[in-house]
């Protein structure tokens, strides 16, 4: 009998041990132990991107190691690279900073069924100037998303075979820079400072990570040749 119990016991415990690694993962608590296994509740089968991270990511502790290797990896084939379902496609995210992203277009790497909305091939080539958009909320307090948009470049190239021109689209990454400045032009925050794939990119700015007084601010998007600014007002 007490054989039974403690066989109970050991179950239970490696079934739920791993639930830490939900918060080592970008937006992990949207779809919680499903990130990683079949079943939502956790234990028993892992899915694609929980058998990705148990063979390659683990550090020697057991913990998830979040970098641009994993994220650049598309553990279930959807195409979606896992960065880009949990809304950090170059792997920046780390363990105690804010999720990045919106959590309502954040999907699971590890479900090809599940994948992002509004990226497609398609989708990516409407996408044909850069633009900053408004944040929302705006007044806000504590935190905002701002959005913004990286063009693709439309490559024209003729067939040798003389049957016309096919278009393809350049995917190259470009520097991007998101920063804060406030009513006196002294920056106050760096958001963006990395290389980026076409698409569009939602950020969110929580002033929880910086000491601002109410106010109004300013945020500018540098990429390549583009320039563009707006004011935002922080109300507490």
């Not at 290797?69 to 195409?79: M, P």
């Not at 091939?121 to 408004?134: P, R």
């Not at 300013?218 to 390549?224: D, I, V």
Request: with cysteine; hydrophobic share 35%; net charge negative.
């Amino acid at each position: 009998m007490i054989f039974i119990i403690f066989l109970s016991l050991f179950f239970v415990s490696n079934i739920f041990s791993f639930s830490f690694r939900v918060s080592q993962i970008p937006n992990g608590n949207r779809f919680s132990c499903a990130n990683c296994h079949v079943s939502p509740f956790g234990g028993g089968p892992r899915n694609a991107f929980g058998q990705l991270v148990e063979q390659k990511y683990l550090d020697q502790s057991g913990n998830v190691t979040w970098n641009s290797s994993i994220a650049n990896e598309d553990a279930d084939g959807d195409g979606f690279s896992n960065g880009q379902e949990l809304q950090d496609p170059n792997g920046n995210w780390r363990i105690g900073q804010a999720d990045p992203g919106i959590a309502a277009n954040v999907t699971n790497p590890g479900d090809r069924n599940s994948k992002p909305v509004g990226t497609s091939v398609e989708e990516l080539a409407m996408i044909t100037t850069y633009n900053l958009e408004q944040n929302y909320p705006n007044p806000f307090n504590p935190e905002t998303v701002i959005s913004y948009s990286i063009p693709n470049v439309m490559l024209r190239q003729a067939n040798h075979d003389n049957s016309g021109v096919t278009l393809s689209l350049s995917k190259s990454d470009i520097l991007v820079t998101l920063k804060v400045y406030d009513i006196l032009g002294n920056e106050v925050a760096t958001l963006v400072n990395e290389y980026q794939k076409p698409g569009y990119y939602n950020y969110k700015f929580s002033i929880g990570n910086y000491q601002l007084s109410s106010g109004v601010y300013f945020y500018q998007l540098n990429a390549g040749d583009f320039i563009q600014t707006r004011k935002m007002i922080l109300m507490k």
